[in-house]
């Protein structure tokens, strides 16, 4: 019954900045980690970004230093800040939770795409 639902995708020139939201709604639950994966045309899904609930965050090398992580506990809901975009960020952006019974949630996607 939670669903997580996420907001912020869309069309950005490169060197352009977007924030992504996903927020949980219905049932509460205490959520472990909050995380980003992202998966492109023809390519495995990959971790982009995660954060612990003691707010410890952790970077695929390839966002690292453009991309920011943080979460909102009291909302149950994470952001992804991310600046200097290129074209090879463009994919669907998937939000994930981890709860403390180490069970797993997932947003439906959002669209990302990188283009002038």
């Known amino acids: 019954q939670v669903q997580l639902v996420e907001s912020g995708g869309g069309l950005v020139q490169p060197g352009g900045s977007l924030r992504l939201s996903c927020a949980a709604s219905g049932s509460s639950f205490s959520i472990y980690i909050m995380g980003w994966y992202r998966q492109a045309p023809g390519k495995r899904r990959e971790l982009v970004a995660a954060v612990t609930s003691g707010g410890s965050p952790n970077y695929a090398d390839s966002v690292k230093g453009r991309f920011t992580i943080s979460r909102d506990n009291a909302k149950n809901t994470v952001y992804l800040q991310m600046n200097s975009l290129k074209p090879e960020d463009t994919a669907v952006y998937y939000c994930?939770?981890?709860?403390?019974?180490?069970?797993?949630?997932w947003g439906q996607g959002t669209q990302v795409t990188v283009s002038s």
């Open positions: 994930h939770f981890r709860s403390e019974y180490l069970y797993d949630y």
